[in-house]
């Protein structure tokens, strides 16, 4: 059975998409390394960025491992890091150096709150070494959007290093990556763009690539070296996702068909709006009251009558949907996405389904 996927990524795909895998490349071979070269060309037009000032690095791998290699290439011993987090992806930063053994302070709130550009400046004021910025734009464990403008200043009034995880948000949302003064972007190719998983890719300064040169932690994710060796003629260092890198390039050409990342933006806000209207009209409330993105929505389980996730996710999937379990700490919630290759009349359904959902009339 072909189920819709109601997650933040992996989502789900066009079958123009699905058949472009169907043929297989060799990544040694010229029309390959075409295809990287015009990849890199494309996410930099759609981030709005010059060449000459940013490049586009892709990293074989899920979202992560771009942070990863972003964190453990480019920030220097004596860098000390200040990260702002509240989800479990901004944790993922800090735990990720802590492995790396990177000089860092952690400046938590709570998952339905967003980090404040006030509580970053006393930071800024109590560690003067604070050197670089790392933060989650799209924060998927709640479905909160975090407000970069501020925080953006601040990095830019103190010449501070701004590195942005923008997994779940670029492509999807309209954002000025030059105006922000983001050094480091990360993103992969199975959220937004609407591809399927396999590779992550950073846009980055060009500069700052070439300042901190030769500090990376390990081999596999040494962004300056894979910077280095794409540059040449677009081959990877080491075996490419192939098949998902044509996915990915016929993604691109479908987000420009569909007008571009404004127009896909305002089909998921269209969604997520419906999506929340349909979910409060039968009784569900959402975790996040401030500050939702147009990505995912975190549900509250309902205490006006009985609910088992396990049994209403079998009952969803049942008829066609996949959803995620929540993520919140302390909060009983599930997640419902509404990127991807959906569209209204697919959250219309999904009402309908929700709506027939019975604890005594399904049993997974």
């Known amino acids: 059975m072909h189920y819709k996927l109601l997650t933040p990524g992996p989502l789900t795909t066009t079958m123009t998409v699905k058949k472009a895998m169907l043929t297989d490349q060799c990544t040694w071979d010229q029309d390959y390394k075409e295809i990287t070269q015009e990849i890199r060309r494309r996410l930099l037009s759609l981030a709005g960025v010059s060449e000459k000032e940013y490049t586009t690095i892709l990293m074989q791998g899920s979202g992560s491992f771009g942070v990863e290699a972003v964190l453990s290439s480019m920030i220097t011993p004596e860098d000390h890091l200040l990260i702002c987090t509240n989800g479990a992806y901004g944790q993922r930063i800090a735990t990720m150096c802590q492995r790396h053994g990177i000089v860092h302070t952690v400046y938590k709130v709570p998952e339905n709150k967003i980090p404040k550009a006030e509580a970053v400046q006393k930071l800024l ?48 949302i309209p954002m000025d990556i030059s105006e922000l003064k983001i050094d480091f972007l990360i993103s992969s190719s199975n959220k937004c763009i609407q591809g399927v998983p396999g590779f992550s890719f950073v846009i980055g300064k060009k500069i700052e690539l070439e300042k901190r040169k030769g500090y990376a932690k390990t081999l596999s994710l040494d962004l300056y070296d894979q910077y280095q060796v794409m540059e040449k003629d677009g081959k990877w260092r080491f075996t490419s996702p192939t098949h998902t890198v044509l996915a990915f390039l016929q993604a691109l050409k479908e987000l420009e068909l569909e007008g571009g990342i404004e127009q896909r933006y305002l089909r998921y806000l269209t969604n997520n709006h419906l999506l929340q209207q349909k979910m409060s009209e039968l009784g569900y ?48 919630c599930f997640r419902i996405g509404n990127i991807g290759e959906i569209y209204p009349e697919d959250i219309h359904r999904l009402a309908e389904i929700v709506e027939k959902y019975s604890e005594v009339a399904y049993v997974s």
């Open 125 to 172: 004021n109590d560690y003067p070494s604070i050197s670089a910025i790392a933060m989650v734009h799209s924060e998927t464990t709640s479905g909160i959007l975090n407000e970069l403008d501020e925080i953006s200043a601040l990095a830019k009034a103190n010449d501070l290093l701004f590195i942005v995880d923008a997994m779940s948000s670029f492509g999807g």
């Open 285 to 332: 409330e959402t975790f996040i009251q401030n500050h939702q993105g147009p990505f995912i929505t975190s549900f509250l389980y309902p205490k006006d009558r009985p609910f088992d996730f396990n049994n209403f996710y079998h009952h969803l999937k049942h008829n066609g949907f996949v959803i995620y379990p929540g993520k919140i700490s302390d909060h009983d």
